[in-house]
């Protein structure tokens, strides 16, 4: 159910400005002045010529060769010596001394934006590059190792929850970009489906069927799957950036491959599980079967071609992934997790301009709640579209 404010066309912001006033206004004379005048801002800026600050000290010293601007980096040429370093903090905290509080200096070159990003630098919060002592740059997680069945059902659960994160508003950089075998996927981009791989560029035979055949598939089809979304919701009227993020920080969601290669892919997973797979437990097959069976659900309820056109064939498929979903939820004790599988460390290689944000975590119970509500309410719009007259219309809203 959306929110009052989106419904009467406001902004977020614009919501809190408007109750802000109105409880500012609900106060008595007295303090309902002290908070008007929280509520006003001012700023005050100055245009400050190069010849004012010396590295001297004497903030009205003649303008001196060279403090005179560079030339721009495009005319600089490489001479092929190299350029001695000279330490000016102390001249440059003497020159400081020439500027009063609350001034700031800016050049034509080095806007706020940048000044802002320097005060980042080294700040754990902010600085996606900043190590600890003893951390490394990225982790050291083998995504070529061999998978247990149990491994194989955690991965694709947590998978799952990351996805529905991003259903329910959060960036991929916070969910599914997160994971390494994502991220092996999809980058460097794939320029066809073979080197979609997690071996792509390994020479070594690392790595079992499960890992090769089944979670690759899997994580191929969700992939397709999240791009069916955003293709579609890219093409619609959002209020507010909240409701969707869109942003895929240079990543490609597999937009180029057609659906009927990668469902080719999932199908030989599919037959895999059923014929060749020889777990110690049935009802380790059962389980990755039900996922299995749920990805190809979602991938061809999705599918943006054909949807209008062929939308009686599309309810059965989100009612179809209800069972599924209820049996996901009975067989997840079976899972072993594997948290070094994904690692804010790969928000590192994104094209963000914002700072790094946690990981969301949603429980899988979360995760299927939400799936299930989505199931229910895209089965239903689908019968909707099956209108013929207001008598099937009644019966379908009934």
């Not at 996606?128 to 002592?133: C, I, N, P, R, T």
């Not at 069972?323 to 079976?334: F, G, M, R, V």
């Not at 072993?336 to 599988?341: A, F, I, K, L, N």
């Not at 899988?364 to 799936?371: H, K, P």
Request: overall charge negative.
């Amino acid at each position: 159910m959306a929110f009052a404010w989106k419904q009467a066309g406001l902004t977020y912001n614009r919501y809190l400005a408007v109750a802000a006033r109105v409880v500012r206004r609900s106060l008595k004379e007295g303090p309902r002045l002290q908070a008007e005048r929280r509520g006003e801002m001012e700023l005050r800026f100055a245009k400050w010529e190069m010849t004012r600050l010396s590295l001297d000290g004497d903030d009205k010293a003649p303008p001196r060769p060279d403090l005179q601007p560079s030339p721009p980096i495009a005319n600089i040429k490489p001479s092929g010596k190299s350029i001695p370093a000279r330490d000016i903090t102390k001249e440059f905290n003497k020159a400081s001394k020439a500027l009063h509080l609350n001034n700031l200096v800016q050049d034509e070159s080095f806007t706020l934006f940048e000044a802002v990003g320097a005060l980042e630098i080294m700040d754990p919060k902010m600085d996606s590059g900043y190590l600890a002592d003893g951390e490394t740059l990225e982790d050291k997680y083998d995504v070529l190792r061999d998978l247990s069945p149990e491994e194989v059902i955690g991965i694709m659960d947590q998978l799952l929850c990351f996805e529905m994160a991003w259903h329910m508003g959060f960036p991929l950089s916070q969910s599914l970009f997160t994971s390494h075998y994502i991220d092996h996927l999809l980058w460097p981009e794939p320029k066809n489906l073979d080197e979609a791989r997690f071996d792509r560029g390994n020479k070594t035979a690392k790595g079992n069927k499960l890992l090769h055949i089944v979670l690759r598939a899997y994580c191929l089809s969700l992939i397709k799957t999240c791009d069916f979304v955003h293709r579609r919701l890219s093409h619609e009227k959002l209020f507010e950036e909240e409701d969707f993020v869109s942003h895929l920080f240079h990543r490609n969601l597999l937009s180029d491959f057609d659906l009927e290669d990668i469902q080719a892919i999932l199908y030989e997973a599919i037959q895999f599980v059923q014929k060749d797979f020889k777990p110690r437990k049935d009802i380790l097959r059962s389980s990755l079967y039900a996922r299995l069976c749920l990805r190809d659900l979602l991938l061809h309820a999705t599918n943006i071609n054909g949807m209008i056109e062929n939308h009686h064939d599309r309810y059965p498929l989100w009612d179809d992934c209800l069972p599924l979903i209820h049996a996901i939820l009975k067989t997840n004790a079976l899972s072993v997790p594997t948290e070094d599988s994904y690692s804010i460390k790969i928000q590192r290689r994104l094209a963000a301009t914002s700072p790094p944000r946690p990981i969301v975590q949603t429980t899988l119970t979360e995760a299927a709640a939400f799936l299930e509500r989505m199931c229910e309410c895209g089965r239903d719009v689908f019968i909707a579209m099956n209108y013929q007259g207001p008598i099937t219309l009644q019966v379908c809203l009934k």
